[in-house]
């Protein structure tokens, strides 16, 4: 017996995290935790704490060169962390 209104269960969750108000909180954490990914190790070797506040992500950075460096290609960083998250969840960044 096939069921007419089956739907995969990946769809089902998301409608669940959608539903419930969760799915935007944990676009937030796996795009925190994609920033070693996307940036390597060395510069998340420099990075300290991270958050995300209306949609914008607040980043401490310990040396003051590697900061202005990475404040010269914002969008570009915008642009690869939301990527990598597969859905816009920030649109700018401050880096501290």
Known sequence: MKRSNALPIGDMINRFLREEGLESPLNEYRLIQAW????GKAIARYTGQMFIKNQTLYVHITSPALRQNLQMSRK?????LNEAVGAQVIVDIVMR
């Open 76 to 80: 570009t960083l915008v642009a690869r």
């Open 36 to 39: 070693e990914t996307v940036l």
